[in-house]
């Protein structure tokens, strides 16, 4: 397995954007078809949008690749091998480079693994998202903890790598219930976890339950205190977080999520993709049409799916740093931010955030968010931005 | 020709909000033909030109009508209707508008009877020598009591109501009968000889964007004609008289206005500042001997901040408010900086209706959005070195070492209640520092008599009096002196910063718990930071009332990868925009919606 060099690296993300069941706090680009989808037809369509990215990005080497969704682990392993020849095909892919897919637990989708390992898949992200059958009902899951702990297993046995994620800040969820929730994780874990916290977003069933008060997520003070609960056990059992929301074993970080972070260069490809990359010397954007039928009439009459883009302005692109940027435990270079925004942080600002215990410096060249800083991470970016 | 003085009749029409005046003025300018059925109809009322006149059933500016009417004695007849400002905001131009009559029509709702206000300014007509017909409208309502409402009039106001007309305005019942009593009740102008130097009392102005500055004046002596150099005895302009006439109520031009006669001239005047109400106009090449006593330009009593909300707009607020001063040369602004609100004006009104008038105007006719800093009075600063000082803002004091004594204006108010309020009246009155002068009963009602300290009544007085009594309460003023008052000064500290518009000058009494008020309210009102924000209320170094915003302990987002970058960008541009239209403190952000609320103070 290839180590990461610290640099922002240029991923490839595939986006299958169908599910078994749309899951009611879920905003993702995801549908749910009662008809087979034509496995066949999509594959072909991902060739042809990535031929013509190629053509944009020119040659690359590639650190990862990334199947997300929707649930990609609907997809047959021969689709999967497909996308990732055509992903080989297009750029230079390194042995042994990170190629993550993103899997539901339940018996029929691990049934499907040793297929997605022999087709080079290297790390499985299993949405686990709760360790007891109540509230996996309350989130909409398919899959049970019994469930879920068989794909746990083996997948373990079948991939090098395995993450899986968390919800928490559910209703009701009381700090020792998740104290107990996460250490049992932390003890089924690989080298890699996603700890989110729920959160609301308009437009899912979720949001208009919760506006109708049928039932109430942890006030701010109490998320607050899960999440220093959840940097503390974390760090003590050796996966402290290295962004947000996401922890590993040292050296087990994600490669391709370290990508967005990092701001690195990234290609999307699939129904409401994103991708951000450097085309000439402009840094753009690619944002690709949303629904699956629509992008794949596009892409197979104009030979592409993507609908907008835009280049970005110097300034923006010193804002997305901060954002994504911030996120991380290894912080900004400040050199970067600096160049890009053409101008330096305030120092009286810098110094007062210093003092309140919310940034920190690393050395001469970065800078960091502290866990108090993290964990109020939006004001903060938004203070530095101005 | 001029109308002989004994065809001429000059009156105003006195009453309350509501009681029926504009209606009658319609019905008297319709039976004399001023306007036919076709021009009255589609207007509501046809003397009240602003649209906040009409809404809010209120005159602001002076308006003459000329009626011609045929009495029962077949001659015929000149009547001068002067509309006059309601309300005691303007009592200085009322009082004036009186002065240049000699008769007032009285019109009391016959099922409401007397309000405070009615009371006020029938004494004003008093005062102005005036006789007085009594008019009882609304009698056919099933509600009405004339009788009792005659008695009322009686024994309140000391008049008598034996001839009172009936009438109903709305239906036209007992209209003529007030065109007979205008005749036959009220005197002819009491002087007035065509061939003396000319006297003329300017009534009021106002700006048209066609002809300029129009002058409303009542001749005394003389005659003014067309062509004529006149000269302003107050100010000692001179200008060319280019026309004369007089409403009817539509503007009719005229060669002359004779004495004892009411017109209009134009006379390429620029600003109605150049215009003092109360002036006396005389010819230059022969003028009178003597002005007219008792004239005086406008005092603005209360002070208020007005600034922008969008700091873009300073500039056009700057020439809305000159515009409307063009017609109001009782509102008075100058530039004011703050560090809380930015650029913005500090403008003195004649009252608070004036205030709100002004405020509503320049936020509908010029769609601004503006910020309005809590009223102040002016106070009087007795030096320590003997010198005397105005303070139009808090914001302004000086040291108080230096201060000997704050003296504060003083109001007479005159409250009328149904019983079942009194009480909690009483202590309205009394928590404002009110001082009792009488207690009286006037039919069912009480009629309460305070001495109050402007600043308290200026501080939302008059919406805890609505809301006592329901609405019931009826509520007038005027001004009366200055008197020395231990008056502090509070600061509001937000993170130790000093916020400029929000100190006031309080009674020593009231300050802690005010102070406890507001600073409960910007507890509120101001987000949570990134770290804990004290919120204090100081008198000099002493803090006498303390709150905490405790610091946000969780505001990140939980997702984010690849896709979502564009949509948090635009979240954090967002983000960028809106600080803009906060104010700085330090390091503390107050949203500008945070002053607007806090200075809508509830009661404390």
Same mark, same amino acid.
Request: proline share 5%; aromatic share 8%; glycine share 8%.
């Given at each position: 397995?290839?180590?990461?060099?610290?640099?922002?690296?240029?991923?490839?993300?595939?986006?299958?954007?169908?599910?078994?069941?749309?899951?009611?706090?879920?905003?993702?680009?995801?549908?749910?078809?009662?008809?087979?989808?034509?496995?066949?037809?999509?594959?072909?369509?991902?060739?042809?949008?990535?031929?013509?990215?190629?053509?944009?990005?020119?040659?690359?080497?590639?650190?990862?690749?990334?199947?997300?969704?929707?649930?990609?682990?609907?997809?047959?392993?021969?689709?999967?091998?497909?996308?990732?020849?055509?992903?080989?095909?297009?750029?230079?892919?390194?042995?042994?480079?990170?190629?993550?897919?993103?899997?539901?637990?339940?018996?029929?989708?691990?049934?499907?693994?040793?297929?997605?390992?022999?087709?080079?898949?290297?790390?499985?992200?299993?949405?686990?998202?709760?360790?007891?059958?109540?509230?996996?009902?309350?989130?909409?899951?398919?899959?049970?903890?019994?469930?879920?702990?068989?794909?746990?297993?083996?997948?373990?046995?079948?991939?090098?790598?395995?993450?899986?994620?968390?919800?928490?800040?559910?209703?009701?969820?009381?700090?020792?219930?998740?104290?107990? @929730?996460? $250490? !049992?994780? %932390?003890?089924?874990? =690989?080298?890699?976890?996603?700890?989110?916290? &729920?959160?609301?977003? #308009?437009?899912?069933?979720?949001?208009?339950?919760?506006?109708?008060?049928?039932?109430?997520?942890?006030?701010?003070?109490?998320?607050?205190?899960?999440?220093?609960?959840?940097?503390?056990?974390?760090?003590?059992?050796?996966?402290?977080?290295?962004?947000?929301?996401?922890?590993?074993?040292?050296?087990?970080?994600?490669?391709?999520?370290?990508?967005?972070?990092?701001?690195?260069?990234?290609?999307?490809?699939?129904?409401?993709?994103?991708?951000?990359?450097? @085309?000439? $010397? !402009?840094? %753009?954007?690619?944002? =690709?049409?949303?629904?699956?039928?629509?992008? &794949?009439?596009?892409? #197979?009459?104009?030979?592409?799916?993507?609908?907008?883009?835009?280049?970005?302005?110097?300034?923006?692109?010193?804002?997305?740093?901060?954002?994504?940027?911030?996120?991380?435990?290894?912080?900004?270079?400040?050199?970067?931010?600096?160049?890009?925004?053409?101008?330096?942080?305030?120092?009286?600002?810098?110094?007062?955030?210093?003092?309140?215990?919310?940034?920190?410096?690393?050395?001469?060249?970065?800078?960091?968010?502290?866990?108090?800083?993290?964990?109020?991470?939006?004001?903060?970016?938004?203070?530095?931005?101005? | 020709?001029?109308?002989?003085?004994?065809?001429?009749?000059?009156?105003?029409?006195?009453?309350?909000?509501?009681?029926?005046?504009?209606?009658?003025?319609?019905?008297?300018?319709?039976?004399?033909?001023?306007?036919?059925?076709?021009?009255?109809?589609?207007?509501?009322?046809?003397?009240?030109?602003?649209?906040?006149?009409?809404?809010?059933?209120?005159?602001?500016?002076?308006?003459?009508?000329?009626?011609?009417?045929?009495?029962?004695?077949?001659?015929?007849?000149?009547?001068?209707?002067?509309?006059?400002?309601?309300?005691?905001?303007?009592?200085?131009?009322?009082?004036?508008?009186?002065?240049?009559?000699?008769?007032?029509?009285?019109?009391?709702?016959?099922?409401?009877?007397?309000?405070?206000?009615?009371?006020?300014?029938?004494?004003?007509?008093?005062?102005?020598?005036?006789?007085?017909?009594?008019?009882?409208?609304?009698?056919?309502?099933?509600?009405?009591?004339?009788?009792?409402?005659?008695?009322?009039?009686?024994?309140?106001?000391?008049?008598?109501?034996?001839?009172?007309?009936?009438?109903?305005?709305?239906?036209?019942?007992?209209?003529?009968?007030?065109?007979?009593?205008?005749?036959?009740?009220?005197?002819?102008?009491?002087?007035?000889?065509?061939?003396?130097?000319?006297?003329?009392?300017?009534?009021?102005?106002?700006?048209?964007?066609?002809?300029?500055?129009?002058?409303?004046?009542?001749?005394?002596?003389?005659?003014?004609?067309?062509?004529?150099?006149?000269?302003?005895?107050?100010?000692?302009?001179?200008?060319?008289?280019?026309?004369?006439?007089?409403?009817?109520?539509?503007?009719?031009?005229?060669?002359?206005?004779?004495?004892?006669?009411?017109?209009?001239?134009?006379?390429?005047?620029?600003?109605?500042?150049?215009?003092?109400?109360?002036?006396?106009?005389?010819?230059?090449?022969?003028?009178?001997?003597?002005?007219?006593?008792?004239?005086?330009?406008?005092?603005?009593?209360?002070?208020?901040?007005?600034?922008?909300?969008?700091?873009?707009?300073?500039?056009?607020?700057?020439?809305?408010?000159?515009?409307?001063?063009?017609?109001?040369?009782?509102?008075?602004?100058?530039?004011?900086?703050?560090?809380?609100?930015?650029?913005?004006?500090?403008?003195?009104?004649?009252?608070?209706?004036?205030?709100?008038?002004?405020?509503?105007?320049?936020?509908?006719?010029?769609?601004?959005?503006?910020?309005?800093?809590?009223?102040?009075?002016?106070?009087?600063?007795?030096?320590?070195?003997?010198?005397?000082?105005?303070?139009?803002?808090?914001?302004?004091?000086?040291?108080?070492?230096?201060?000997?004594?704050?003296?504060?204006?003083?109001?007479?108010?005159?409250?009328?209640?149904?019983?079942?309020?009194?009480?909690?009246?009483?202590?309205?009155?009394?928590?404002?520092?009110?001082?009792?002068?009488?207690?009286?009963?006037?039919?069912?009602?009480?009629?309460?008599?305070?001495?109050?300290?402007?600043?308290?009544?200026?501080?939302?007085?008059?919406?805890?009096?609505?809301?006592?009594?329901?609405?019931?309460?009826?509520?007038?003023?005027?001004?009366?002196?200055?008197?020395?008052?231990?008056?502090?000064?509070?600061?509001?500290?937000?993170?130790?910063?000093?916020?400029?518009?929000?100190?006031?000058?309080?009674?020593?009494?009231?300050?802690?718990?005010?102070?406890?008020?507001?600073?409960?309210?910007?507890?509120?009102?101001?987000?949570?930071?990134?770290?804990?924000?004290?919120?204090?209320?100081?008198?000099?170094?002493?803090?006498?009332?303390?709150?905490?915003?405790?610091?946000?302990?969780?505001?990140?987002?939980?997702?984010?990868?690849?896709?979502?970058?564009?949509?948090?960008?635009?979240?954090?541009?967002?983000?960028?925009?809106?600080?803009?239209?906060?104010?700085?403190?330090?390091?503390?952000?107050?949203?500008?919606?945070?002053?607007?609320?806090?200075?809508?103070?509830?009661?404390?």
């Amino acid at each position: 397995m290839r180590r990461d060099d610290g640099s922002p690296g240029f991923g490839v993300y595939i986006h299958w954007p169908f599910c078994a069941a749309k899951c009611p706090y879920c905003d993702f680009n995801s549908h749910v078809r009662h008809q087979p989808v034509d496995q066949e037809r999509f594959a072909e369509a991902f060739r042809r949008e990535m031929a013509g990215m190629r053509e944009r990005t020119g040659p690359r080497e590639v650190t990862s690749i990334f199947l997300g969704g929707g649930t990609p682990s609907l997809m047959k392993p021969e689709t999967v091998g497909a996308v990732l020849d055509a992903v080989a095909a297009n750029w230079t892919v390194p042995d042994g480079i990170e190629i993550t897919l993103e899997a539901n637990p339940t018996s029929v989708e691990a049934n499907r693994f040793r297929g997605y390992r022999a087709a080079g898949v290297n790390r499985v992200s299993l949405g686990v998202q709760a360790l007891n059958d109540i509230d996996l009902r309350f989130l909409g899951r398919m899959h049970n903890v019994t469930e879920a702990l068989t794909a746990i297993d083996l997948a373990r046995e079948i991939f090098p790598r395995l993450s899986f994620d968390l919800i928490y800040a559910r209703p009701l969820q009381t700090l020792e219930a998740w104290e107990a @929730e996460l $250490r !049992q994780a %932390i003890g089924y874990a =690989a080298d890699h976890l996603s700890l989110y916290q &729920l959160t609301i977003e #308009e437009g899912t069933p979720f949001y208009a339950l919760h506006r109708a008060k049928k039932f109430a997520i942890p006030d701010p003070d109490h998320a607050a205190d899960l999440y220093e609960l959840t940097q503390t056990v974390t760090a003590q059992a050796g996966l402290p977080a290295y962004e947000v929301s996401n922890h590993a074993v040292p050296g087990a970080e994600s490669r391709h999520n370290l990508t967005y972070w990092r701001y690195g260069d990234y290609v999307g490809i699939g129904p409401g993709a994103h991708g951000r990359f450097v @085309e000439g $010397r !402009q840094r %753009i954007v690619t944002i =690709a049409e949303r629904h699956p039928e629509n992008w &794949l009439a596009a892409v #197979e009459q104009n030979g592409t799916g993507i609908t907008s883009g835009e280049q970005l302005t110097s300034w923006e692109e010193a804002d997305e740093l901060l954002l994504m940027g911030l996120r991380l435990r290894e912080g900004i270079e400040v050199h970067r931010y600096e160049a890009l925004a053409n101008r330096g942080f305030e120092p009286e600002r810098l110094s007062f955030l210093q003092q309140q215990g919310l940034v920190e410096s690393i050395g001469n060249s970065r800078l960091r968010a502290t866990q108090a800083g993290m964990s109020v991470l939006d004001a903060l970016v938004a203070d530095l931005a101005q | 020709m001029n109308t002989p003085l004994s065809h001429i009749r000059n009156f105003s029409i006195v009453a309350h909000i509501d009681h029926g005046k504009s209606t009658l003025a319609d019905r008297l300018i319709q039976l004399c033909g001023g306007l036919d059925a076709r021009e009255m109809e589609g207007k509501e009322q046809v003397l009240d030109n602003m649209d906040i006149e009409k809404e809010r059933g209120i005159t602001i500016k002076a308006q003459t009508v000329r009626l011609a009417y045929t009495a029962k004695n077949g001659e015929t007849y000149t009547l001068n209707l002067i509309d006059t400002p309601g309300h005691v905001d303007f009592a200085y131009e009322v009082s004036r508008s009186l002065r240049a009559c000699e008769g007032s029509l009285l019109v009391v709702d016959a099922s409401q009877g007397v309000e405070a206000q009615t009371l006020a300014n029938v004494y004003q007509a008093i005062d102005a020598n005036h006789e007085i017909v009594v008019v009882l409208n609304k009698v056919d309502l099933p509600a009405a009591e004339p009788e009792r409402i005659k008695e009322q009039v009686e024994e309140v106001i000391g008049i008598d109501a034996s001839q009172a007309v009936m009438i109903s305005a709305k239906t036209g019942l007992g209209v003529p009968d007030v065109l007979e009593a205008i005749v036959q009740q009220l005197p002819p102008p009491r002087e007035g000889d065509a061939t003396k130097p000319l006297k003329a009392m300017l009534v009021d102005s106002w700006y048209d964007a066609y002809l300029g500055v129009i002058v409303l004046v009542r001749v005394i002596d003389g005659v003014l004609k067309k062509g004529q150099t006149i000269r302003m005895m107050g100010t000692g302009a001179k200008y060319p008289v280019e026309r004369t006439g007089f409403f009817t109520p539509k503007m009719i031009q005229a060669d002359q206005i004779g004495p004892g006669e009411f017109g209009f001239i134009t006379a390429s005047i620029k600003e109605v500042a150049d215009t003092r109400v109360g002036d006396t106009i005389t010819e230059d090449k022969r003028p009178t001997e003597a002005a007219l006593a008792g004239f005086k330009p406008a005092q603005p009593v209360v002070f208020c901040g007005l600034f922008p909300v969008d700091a873009a707009d300073f500039e056009d607020l700057r020439s809305a408010m000159g515009k409307l001063r063009l017609n109001d040369a009782s509102f008075s602004f100058e530039m004011e900086t703050s560090a809380a609100l930015g650029f913005g004006f500090r403008c003195g009104f004649l009252g608070l209706l004036h205030l709100e008038i002004i405020q509503e105007r320049l936020e509908r006719e010029f769609n601004l959005d503006l910020i309005a800093t809590a009223p102040s009075v002016v106070y009087r600063l007795v030096m320590a070195d003997g010198g005397v000082q105005e303070l139009h803002n808090p914001a302004d004091m000086p040291d108080v070492m230096k201060i000997a004594a704050i003296e504060e204006p003083w109001i007479r108010a005159t409250i009328l209640t149904p019983d079942d309020y009194l009480g909690g009246i009483l202590k309205l009155c009394q928590d404002r520092r009110g001082i009792q002068a009488d207690l009286s009963y006037v039919g069912k009602r009480a009629m309460l008599v305070y001495d109050l300290p402007l600043n308290e009544v200026v501080f939302d007085f008059y919406d805890r009096l609505k809301s006592i009594s329901k609405g019931y309460a009826s509520f007038d003023y005027h001004l009366t002196d200055y008197r020395e008052g231990d008056l502090v000064k509070m600061s509001i500290l937000v993170n130790d910063e000093p916020v400029d518009a929000l100190s006031m000058l309080v009674h020593r009494t009231a300050a802690e718990k005010r102070g406890r008020v507001l600073c409960e309210k910007l507890k509120d009102l101001i987000p949570q930071h990134m770290f804990k924000i004290p919120i204090q209320a100081a008198i000099g170094g002493r803090i006498i009332a303390r709150e905490t915003i405790s610091a946000l302990r969780k505001d990140v987002t939980a997702k984010c990868y690849g896709g979502d970058v564009t949509r948090k960008r635009k979240l954090l541009e967002k983000q960028k925009e809106g600080k803009k239209r906060m104010r700085q403190f330090g390091k503390v952000e107050i949203p500008q919606e945070a002053f607007i609320q806090a200075l809508k103070m509830g009661d404390s």
